[in-house]
C-alpha cells in the first residue's frame, strides 16, 4: 500500500530554447571537462536524427544564461560545436525540461537521465534519418550508446510504412509484429495491415507468417536433421539467416536438401532390402498403399504365447533404438549403425505383431526424432473383415433402411445425470473433428480399462438401457456396443499408450487361454476374482465408440455417458500419452499455435515454423509437459442432484419432435 504522503510528480513538457540561451551548469557533476573523443561522432547523429531526448535544465541566475543544463552536457557540446562550424545558427531550437523545484533540479544532477526514455518508434526513426545522411552503422550505435547488431536489427525496421510506426508509438502494435510487418516487402500492404491495427481492430499475425511460409524451406525441415549444415552445404545447399534471430534459418536450395537427403537415406535403408520386398525412398509421409493392407493393426491379436514374447522383444528393442537416437546429431556418421538398428527393429515389430503374412513394399520416409521412419504393406491377410469396417459398410450401402434397421424399439426419453460436453466445432472441419474424437474414445479406452470398478458400472448400465429399456440399440445410442465389437477406425493403427495398450493386455490373455487347453468359459471361471475383473474392464473399454465421423454427426446421448464414466474412472489422457505427430498432423497452424499457448510453451520463432516442422514442435513441448487437449479426457462437471421436472405437461412441452426432451441450454433432464 503506497503511502499517501508521496505524492506523484507532475508530468512534464518540454519547452524550446534558443541554443545562445544555454549553458552548463556549474554544479554539473562534469563541469569543466574537457569535449570527449565522442562528441564529433555525436554531433553527426544530433544532426542527421535531431535531439531524441530533451536535456534538463534550470532557470539562469544573475550573470547566467537563461537556461543552465543540468542533464545533457554531452549534447549541449555536441550542439556548440555544430554552432562554432557554422553548420547550425545560434538560435537553433533546443527541446529541454525546465525544472524550478530544487528537489528534482538536485536529482537531475545525480540521475543519468530523469526524463521519459526516447519511445522505439522516436528511435527507429532517427536511425533512418542517420542512414539516409551516409553515417555508417558504427557511428550510429557510437551515438546512441547500441551494440551494432542491435542498430542493425532497428535499421531494417526504419523503412516501415509511416502508420507502422505510428501504431507501434501508440501501442497497437509490439514491437515483435513490427518485426514481422517489416518483412512483408509490399509496403501498401504493410500500411494496410498497421491501419488496421491502429484502428483497434487487432494484428493478424497469422496471415503474414502463413504468407512467409509459402515456398520456403528452413531448417527445421524434418530432413534436416539426417543431413544437417555440413551435408546441405556440400550438396551445394545456400542459408539465409534470420536478422532478428525470430525464424528458422532459411535453406534457398531445396533441391541441394532433397538431394542429400535422397543419397543418405537410400544408404541407410540398405538394411530393410530383401528378396520379393519393395523399398521406396520418400521425404515425405507416404499415403496408403490402397492395394496393400498395412502392417500394425493387430497388435498382437491372434498371437500365440510364443509370438507374443518376439513381438515385444521387437517392440523393446525398437523403443530403446528410438530414446537412443533422440539426443544424437544424426547427420554425424557415427549415428548410422544405430539408425539401422532402429529401422530394423522397427520392420521386425511391424510384422510380428499380426500373424504372419509376407512384406510386399515398404517406405522410408523423413522423421525429425528418428531421422529416418518407415511404414511396411503385405497382401491382406486371411482374416475376415472387422464388425467396425462391416458396420461401415452396411451404412454406407444400405443408407437410410440400414439405420432404420438400428433404430431403439423403444421412444422412452433418454434421461442423462451429466450434461454431454459440448463439441468444438467452430474452425474444424470433419476430417479434424474425426480424428479428435477417435483419440478422446482412445484415451477414454484406457481410462476405464484400468478401473476396473467403473467398468462394471458401465457394462452394466448399458446392459439395462438395451434389455430393459431397449434403449440405443445402434450405434450412436450410447458409448459401449452390445455387439461386442472391438473399436477400430479403418486404416488408423492402435495407438500404443492407449486402446493399443489394452489390445496388448488381451493378447496375452489370449495367449494364456490357447495354453490351458479349455473351454473359455471353463477358462474364465477358473481365473481368480481380480483378474477376471480386470478382463472385465478391457473388454468393457475396447467396447466404447465415440468416434464422430462429421461435425454434423455429434452424439449427444454418447457424449453425455461418456462424461459420466469419465468422471467415474478419473480419465486423464495425459497419464499415458501426449499427441503426437499423427494425430497433431491434422491440426491447422493456428490450432497448433493455440496450443503451445494452452500449455505454457509460447515461442517467438513457432510462427515461422511450416506445418510439419511446427507439428513436431508441439509433440515435443507436449511430451516435455506432459500435456494433452482437456477434450481428449472427456472432463464435464457433474450436477450436484437431478431435478425432477416439475408436472408431465412441463415435461412435454420441453420435448422435442421425436418426443425426446431436447434442452435449450445443453442442460440434462432428470425424470
Known amino acids: 500500500m503506497s503511502d499517501p504522503a508521496i505524492a506523484a510528480p507532475e508530468a512534464r513538457l518540454p519547452v524550446t530554447f534558443p541554443l545562445r540561451d544555454l549553458a552548463v551548469a556549474p554544479e554539473n557533476l562534469r563541469f569543466g571537462e574537457p569535449p570527449d573523443e565522442g562528441i564529433p561522432q555525436l554531433a553527426e547523429a544530433l544532426l542527421a536524427a535531431g535531439l ?39 538560435d537553433h531550437p533546443v527541446s529541454a525540461f525546465l525544472e524550478t523545484d530544487p528537489a528534482r533540479q538536485a536529482a537531475a544532477l545525480v540521475l543519468t537521465n530523469t526524463g521519459v526514455p526516447a519511445h522505439i518508434a522516436d528511435v527507429i526513426a532517427a536511425i533512418g534519418r542517420m542512414l539516409k545522411a551516409r553515417l555508417t552503422v558504427a557511428a550510429i550505435a557510437g551515438a546512441l550508446g547500441y551494440a551494432e547488431l542491435e542498430v542493425r536489427r532497428l535499421a531494417a525496421l526504419a523503412d516501415l510504412h509511416p502508420k507502422a510506426l505510428e501504431a507501434l508509438k501508440a501501442g497497437r502494435l509490439t514491437l515483435r509484429q513490427a518485426r514481422l510487418l517489416a518483412r512483408l516487402p509490399d509496403r501498401r500492404e504493410q500500411g494496410e495491415l498497421a491501419g488496421q491495427a491502429l484502428a483497434g481492430h487487432g494484428f493478424p499475425e497469422w496471415r503474414i507468417t502463413e504468407r512467409l511460409d509459402r515456398e520456403r524451406l ?19 545447399g545456400r542459408t539465409e539467416s534470420d536478422l532478428f534471430g525470430e525464424r528458422p534459418d532459411v535453406l534457398l536450395d531445396p533441391e541441394a536438401l532433397e538431394a542429400a537427403w535422397t543419397a543418405r537415406a537410400e544408404a541407410l535403408a540398405d538394411v530393410l532390402a530383401a528378396p520379393g520386398r519393395e523399398v521406396r525412398i520418400a521425404s515425405a509421409i507416404p499415403d496408403p498403399d490402397a492395394a496393400l493392407e498395412p502392417f500394425g493393426h493387430a497388435w498382437g491379436d491372434g498371437l500365440d504365447a510364443a509370438a507374443l514374447d518376439v513381438w515385444r522383444a521387437a517392440e523393446a528393442a525398437a523403443d530403446e533404438a528410438r530414446a537412443a537416437l533422440a539426443d544424437l546429431d544424426l547427420s554425424d556418421g557415427a549415428s548410422d549403425p544405430l539408425i539401422r538398428t532402429y529401422l530394423d527393429a522397427r520392420l521386425t515389430a511391424l510384422v510380428a505383431g499380426e500373424p504372419p503374412r509376407p512384406v510386399s513394399l515398404v517406405q522410408v520416409f523423413a522423421s525429425g526424432r528418428t531421422g529416418l521412419e518407415l511404414s511396411a504393406y ?15 459398410a452396411l451404412d454406407d450401402e444400405q443408407g437410410d433402411a440400414g439405420a432404420a434397421a438400428h433404430r431403439p424399439a423403444s421412444s422412452a426419453p433418454v434421461r442423462c445425470v451429466a450434461p454431454a460436453p459440448p463439441p468444438e466445432l467452430e474452425g474444424v472441419n470433419h476430417a479434424l473433428h474425426e480424428v479428435r474424437t477417435d483419440t478422446a474414445t482412445r484415451a477414454l479406452i484406457r481410462a476405464l480399462a484400468d478401473d476396473p470398478g467403473s467398468a462394471v458400472v458401465a457394462l452394466t448400465a448399458r446392459l ?16 459401449l456396443t452390445l455387439q461386442a465389437e472391438a473399436y477400430g477406425r479403418p486404416g488408423a493403427s492402435p495407438i500404443g499408450p492407449l486402446d493399443g495398450e489394452v489390445r496388448r493386455r488381451l493378447a496375452e490373455r489370449r495367449a494364456a487361454w490357447e495354453a490351458s487347453g479349455l473351454s473359455p468359459i471353463a477358462w474364465a471361471a477358473g481365473l481368480p476374482h481380480g483378474e477376471r475383473m480386470a478382463m472385465l474392464a478391457e473388454l468393457t473399454a475396447l467396447g466404447l465408440d465415440l468416434r464422430e465421423a462429421r461435425t454434423s454427426q455429434v452424439r449427444t446421448a454418447a457424449r453425455a455417458e461418456a462424461a459420466e464414466i469419465a468422471a467415474l474412472c478419473g480419465a486423464d489422457v495425459a497419464l499415458h500419452w501426449t499427441p503426437d505427430e499423427a494425430f497433431l498432423a491434422a491440426h491447422p497452424k493456428s490450432r497448433l499455435l493455440a496450443m503451445l499457448d494452452e500449455m505454457g510453451a509460447s515461442d517467438s520463432r513457432a510462427g515461422g515454423c511450416r506445418k510439419d516442422e511446427l507439428v513436431a514442435l508441439v509433440a515435443e513441448r507436449a511430451a516435455e509437459r506432459g500435456w494433452a487437449p ?33 434442452p435449450p441450454d445443453g442442460a440434462a433432464i432428470a425424470a
Open 52 to 90: 531524441l531526448q530533451p536535456l534538463t535544465v534550470r532557470p539562469g541566475r544573475r550573470r547566467e544564461k537563461p537556461a543552465m543544463v543540468l542533464d545533457g552536457r554531452r549534447r549541449w557540446l555536441a550542439l556548440t560545436s555544430l554552432r562554432e562550424a557554422g553548420r547550425i545558427a545560434a
Open 218 to 236: 528452413t531448417a527445421a525441415d524434418r530432413r534436416f536433421r539426417l543431413v544437417g549444415p555440413g551435408g546441405y552445404a556440400a550438396a551445394g
Open 378 to 392: 503385405g497382401p491382406p491377410g486371411e482374416a475376415p473383415e472387422s464388425a467396425v469396417e462391416a458396420g461401415a
Open 464 to 479: 439395462f438401457s438395451v434389455m430393459v429399456l431397449r434403449q440405443g440399440l445402434g450405434r450412436g445410442g450410447g458409448a
Open 630 to 662: 482437456a477434450y481428449l479426457s472427456w472432463a464435464a462437471a457433474l450436477p450436484d442432484a437431478p431435478e425432477p421436472a416439475e408436472s408431465e405437461a412441463e415435461a412435454a412441452d420441453a420435448a422435442g419432435a421425436d418426443g425426446v426432451p431436447t
